[in-house]
């Protein structure tokens, strides 16, 4: 076998969101998509702005060509980049400039290469990350040369246990994930968590006399519907990288595109920011889609209708309460983290198949006993599952 039979693995075993959307295609021409309530993918639902299709048009009919399909800079446009830091700083007064902030192709690519910039393969580094977690955090962190460690939340409310988290940090340690609002929990970190958990940052770094970064993870930034502030890491850890994404805040996953930012009180920040360009070039990204780059500079505050999302959440959470689950109240992004009703994930998520009901069995992201329910689906999807959800809890609760 003259090949990397890693890289085979990864490629030939389907994650199980994957199966259940081939399950799903094939059961909707069975019995017709309206009757299969699939809730297995985060993929948005809402469309893109109007702006931002109507950008595209524009920038297609009145920018050179070849400029606009052309490669740019690796680290993105000087004028994008200036746009966003110029974005940032209003936002959350960092003081940042354009030359820390480099563009990738989403969060997948910015976690992908800040990774490989602080990990030193071979050299037994570890990366924290928060149960519940995206399960992709462990193929990003084992491609850059390092050991995924995870730290089990606290139960019911799913914040970061930071006993826990202080009792998983070695010499080893170099780098922590935080990724707020939460896939697969909903859950937004409260800003008591965040100091308690940069705090415990700093005393082990100054023990172990060597930095520990934090990288926040923030595809769902913008997708918040209480009250609720989403803490800036930058605000509250000198040593953090940002990894931004388009793809949820203006329904654009397809096209890839997303953003690095290096703090600009980070030790040896520049160095810090060459070394991610080292990354990304190491991992082939050569520029982030040109096109793209010009549409985010020119909707910088398009915004998706989040509206949508909230009452899905409110339509879910209020209902499946009442009928005995149990689940925590998503803040933000567009999932449901519900408690299976019986000990073993799988064996609910079939009997849920039986109703109809697609939802993921989440022991890969960290927690047993668990799914996700994906609510980025038209209401009337929502709408008519819930008979479903209602029969399947009176199987188990009567
Ligand atoms: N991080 C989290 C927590 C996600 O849920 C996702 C996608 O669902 C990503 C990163 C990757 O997003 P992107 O499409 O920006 O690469």
New binding site residues.
């Given amino acids: 076998m003259g090949y990397n039979q890693k890289m085979f693995g990864l490629g030939s075993k389907r994650s199980i969101i994957r199966e259940i959307f081939e399950y799903s295609k094939t059961r909707a021409t069975e019995i017709g998509a309206e009757n299969v309530y699939d809730f297995s993918l985060?993929n948005p639902s809402v469309p893109a702005p109007a702006e931002v299709n109507d950008t595209i048009r524009e920038l297609l009919a009145t920018e050179n060509s070849v400029l606009l399909h052309g490669y740019t800079s690796a680290q993105g446009d000087a004028n994008v980049r200036k746009v966003i830091a110029d974005r940032i700083n209003e936002k959350f007064g960092v003081g940042i400039s354009p030359n820390l902030i480099y563009m990738t192709?989403?969060?997948?690519?910015?976690?992908s290469i800040c990774l490989k910039a602080v990990m030193e393969e071979g050299a037994g580094d570890e990366c924290i990350v928060f149960a519940p977690f995206?399960t992709?955090y462990r193929v990003f962190i084992e491609n850059a040369g390092g050991k995924i460690i995870v730290s089990n939340p606290k139960e019911k409310t799913f914040q970061i246990d930071v006993a826990d988290f202080e009792s998983r940090i070695t010499p080893a340690t170099k780098a922590v994930i935080v990724?707020s609002p939460?896939?697969p929990s909903g859950v937004v970190y409260s800003e008591e968590t965040i100091k308690a958990l940069c705090e415990v940052l700093r005393r082990k770094s100054a023990e172990y006399g060597r930095v520990i970064y934090l990288i926040a993870?923030e595809?769902?930034r913008e997708l918040v519907y209480a009250d609720v502030e989403v803490p800036y890491l930058m605000n509250y850890y000198d040593n953090t990288l940002v990894?931004y994404?388009?793809?949820?805040s203006l329904s654009l996953?397809g096209e890839?595109i997303?953003y690095i930012a290096v703090s600009p009180k980070m030790e040896e920040c520049t160095n810090i920011y060459l070394t991610v360009c080292g990354a990304g070039r190491s991992l082939g990204y050569v520029c982030a889609p040109s096109l793209f780059q010009q549409v985010i500079a020119r909707c910088i505050d398009a915004k998706v209708n989040v509206e949508a999302y909230k009452e899905n959440r409110d339509l879910l959470y209020d209902n499946l309460t009442s009928y005995g689950y149990e689940c925590v109240k998503p803040d933000g992004?567009f999932y449901l983290f519900v408690k299976a009703l019986e000990e073993d994930a799988y064996k609910f998520f079939e009997r849920a198949k039986a109703h109809e009901i697609l939802v993921v069995p989440c022991d890969d992201f960290g927690v047993k006993g668990y799914v996700r329910i994906a609510y980025c689906t038209d209401k009337a999807k929502v709408v008519g599952a819930l008979p479903a959800f209602e029969a399947l809890a009176k199987e188990y609760l009567g």
């Fill in positions: 985060g192709c989403g969060a997948a690519a910015s976690l995206f992709e990724n939460n896939n993870d595809p769902y990894c994404s388009y793809s949820k996953p890839r997303g992004a």
